[in-house]
């Protein structure tokens, strides 16, 4: 099955500076590929997605790079502000009807005023 | 607006006993999953049903069981609790088909004692 990885585990930045999440998939049949942002207490929800045939998606401070040849793609957020903060997951889905994702293990966001 | 209602927030049982966990979505969703979310491991599928009275196991479905009658309520049980299964559980919902996103609901913090 779909194996996705994600990096790092934990992330402190310092306001107004940019803060980068990477993830890795397994299988090439993966074709949609949405991130995911909880805050405490709360369900994730979806914060930007990206589809197979489109290298990259902007969405203001937000945007997602998707390499299919090496099968990574990435969240950059920039000029990030405090209510930033959050545990960002990547997922990774194979287009089935039912449509189920693979979510990597998340990446604590800490943004420091 | 989508909304996913999990019947409780926070829950507490006794190792042994029938655990009914209810989610009920309003907009119509033909996709529902159920996730269970531990510090580090990110969000693991149990169970997820592309239809009424269809099911298909996820990646740690050992311990659980699903139901869905209706097309708005999908059901988690552990038909005898034990105290690994200790966590947090999501639902979620989305449309059938692969490129949309999930809604989740907030949670139920499940602690069996």
């Known amino acids: 099955g779909e194996n996705v990885e994600q990096h790092p585990s934990t992330l402190s930045v310092q306001e107004g500076d940019s803060a980068v999440i990477k993830c890795t998939y397994s299988?090439?049949?993966?074709?949609?590929f949405p991130w995911y942002k909880q805050e405490l207490g709360k369900g994730p929800q979806l914060i930007i997605d990206i589809r197979s045939n489109v290298g990259e998606k902007k969405d203001q401070r937000i945007a997602v790079t998707l390499n299919k040849t090496a099968k990574h793609f990435s969240l950059h957020i920039t000029e990030t502000q405090p209510e930033d903060s959050a545990v960002y997951f990547c997922?990774?889905?194979?287009?089935?009807?039912?449509?189920?994702?693979?979510f990597g293990d998340g990446t604590t966001l800490t943004v420091k005023p | 607006d989508v909304k996913v209602t999990q019947s409780s927030r926070y829950l507490v049982k006794r190792t042994g006993e029938k655990v009914f966990l209810e989610c009920v979505q309003d907009?119509?969703?033909?996709?529902m999953f159920w996730y269970r979310q531990d510090p580090g491991l990110g969000l693991r599928l149990i169970y997820f049903s592309y239809d009424v009275k269809m099911k298909e196991k996820g990646d740690i479905p050992e311990g659980y069981s699903v139901s869905r009658e209706k097309k708005e309520r999908f059901s988690l049980i552990l038909e005898s609790a034990s105290t690994n299964q200790t966590s947090m559980y999501l639902c979620a919902s989305k449309l059938a088909g692969v490129s949309y996103e999930q809604y989740f609901g907030p949670g139920t913090r499940l602690t069996v004692t």
């Open positions: 907009m119509d969703h033909e996709n």
């Open positions: 299988d090439s049949a993966s074709n949609y």
């Open positions: 997922a990774a889905s194979i287009d089935t009807n039912a449509g189920k994702s693979t």
